[in-house]
């Protein structure tokens, strides 16, 4: 049976893997020159960038994809432990070291706020509670209001009507330990003060299992996934854009896909279409809408969406060896900036940054005594009407000016090499609905059963997967829709051969 997959970032690759090993006939194909979708590599100057997501966590389950096809990872690829996890820095000049040793943690709350240790405690006991009910549904599908139903008296023990940063600040009272417990959701495109509180068992999955970084950047993770793919059989096509998932009344006069048209006018004839693009752009743009009773224009113009990104990417001729691998470096304004972002959809003059610097890890990934770095800035999507050809050079250089002044001396000198994306790019290159970095918001009622789902309820034979599906952004949620998906198939392939 022939499978089509839609992209290659880490839910297709995941899907993809997944299905080939269970013997399905499987074919990705990629719009651009390289897989990976948002973790794509840029290579300039002797200076490698990864395009995307850096962190990882729960590496178990990227161990279980290469065990499920007879492999070990390590013979694919390396990944090492980040301490510290990160350094979150603050106007006044304090700086959090934040990683998993409790008793670290715990001491630094402490030099913050004694009074907040014991507000902590009771705050990561909680997030235990809240990782065991939510974590173990991070694989199972939402496709059925009865799925809903069976977890709803867990969501509302847990009140997960709370957003995470409510749920922070009623057990931490400082304001910069309440921004370091509470940033989290800004990895996976939510807003701390409207993501419902679930998503604060991000902290107790990090404590628990670390944070991970694969040698040779996230690029090098992705070419060991395609590598595990092509080794046991599947075949990935590049430069291949999709114009269209071809749809025709089936047997039963219900829609069915029949492959893909792609857009130099080559067809694919599949028996089951996964699609990992956006999700609200593959339904808008790839779907004919008179096959679309429920995934119509209006559906998912009305729900929301999560941030855009600002990332420059930049190599300099110096170590700034006091940076760490990620840093995060908190703005002047904490909740106003956030609501600048996801309410008011207004450029700010002031940012936040999360600071990226690979070769604090891997040195390979830059001439010697070079280093490779990106910075990124969460910024509004594509309705702020910000004009980003005439604004994006000014922020740049607002951002460069920044770090130069607080954080990396003469920085602008040592800068050898440079390439920025923005909303506008999300939008074009990545096939992104409003210049989304994250796709579909993850506010309580757009998760879950809420969420658009991995299994299209117009289209039969057709799956979906990556940030804007259940259960999410962020590399655990990806990887675990690319599960859902291809168990779903297996299924549904099983239920109509009986």
């Known amino acids: 049976m022939k499978v089509v997959v839609i992209g290659s970032g880490f839910g297709g690759l995941v899907a993809a893997i997944r299905l080939r090993a269970k013997g399905f006939d499987v074919e990705i194909v990629e719009k651009r020159d390289k897989p990976g979708g948002r973790a794509y590599v840029y290579e300039q100057d002797g200076f490698v ?10 590496p178990w389950l990227i161990h279980e994809l290469f065990e499920l096809c007879g492999k070990k990872t390590d013979d694919y690829v390396k990944i090492v432990p980040i301490d510290p996890f990160y350094n979150v820095r603050f106007q006044d000049g304090t700086v959090f070291r934040y990683n998993g040793k409790r008793e670290e943690v715990i001491e630094q ?3 913050f706020n004694p009074s907040d240790v014991r507000g902590y405690e009771k705050f990561y006991a909680k997030t235990a509670a809240i990782f065991r009910a939510g974590f173990n549904l991070i694989d199972q599908p939402f496709s059925r209001l009865v799925d809903m139903l069976k977890v709803l008296p867990d969501l509302i023990r847990l009140r997960s009507d709370r ?3 409510a749920f922070v600040n009623s057990h931490i009272k400082d304001h910069r330990l309440r921004q370091v417990f509470s940033f989290h959701p800004l990895l996976v495109g939510g807003n701390p003060f409207q993501t419902t509180s679930i998503y604060a068992l991000i902290h107790k999955l990090e404590q628990e299992w670390g944070v991970w970084f694969a040698m040779g950047g996230t690029g090098a993770l992705v070419k060991a996934m395609v590598k595990l793919f092509t080794d046991i059989g599947g075949t990935i096509r590049l430069d291949t854009e999709v114009a269209e998932i071809r749809v025709a009344p089936g047997a039963d006069g219900r829609p069915v896909t029949k492959g893909i048209r792609c857009a130099d006018g080559t067809l694919i004839d599949a028996d089951i279409v996964v699609c990992n693009g956006d999700v609200a752009q593959a339904y808008r743009t790839l779907i004919p809408a008179r096959y679309r009773k429920k ?12 941030m855009s990104l600002v990332v420059i990417y930049f190599g300099t001729k110096k170590k700034y060896e006091d940076i760490a691998h990620h840093e995060i470096l908190m703005g002047p304004r904490y909740k106003e900036l956030i609501e600048d972002i996801f309410t008011k959809k207004h450029l700010s003059e002031d940012f936040s940054l999360y600071l990226h610097r690979p070769t604090a890890t891997d040195p390979s990934l830059a001439p010697e005594g070079c280093d ?5 800035s969460p910024v509004p999507h594509l309705d702020s009407g910000t004009d980003w050809a005439t604004e994006g050079p000014k922020y740049r250089d607002r951002i460069m000016e920044e770090l130069e002044r607080r954080y990396m001396p003469d920085l602008r000198k040592n800068i050898v090499t440079e390439y920025m994306i923005d909303p506008v790019h999300f939008r074009d290159t990545l096939n992104s609905y409003k210049g989304s970095a994250f796709s579909v918001e993850p506010i309580l009622f757009q998760s879950a059963w809420w969420r658009p789902h991995n299994k299209s309820e117009d289209v039969d034979g057709l799956y979906f997967v990556g940030a804007g599906t259940h259960p999410g952004a962020g590399l655990p949620g990806v990887m675990s829709s690319g599960t859902i998906a291809s168990r779903m198939i297996a299924a549904d392939v099983v239920e109509r051969a009986q």
């Open 49 to 58: 960038f990864d395009g995307g997501p850096t962190i990882i966590t729960a």
């Open 109 to 111: 709350i402490r030099s």
């Open 163 to 165: 957003s995470v940063a």
């Open 295 to 306: 995934n119509t224009d209006a559906h998912y113009e009305k729900m929301r969406y999560s």
């Open 372 to 376: 490779s770095w990106y910075v990124l």
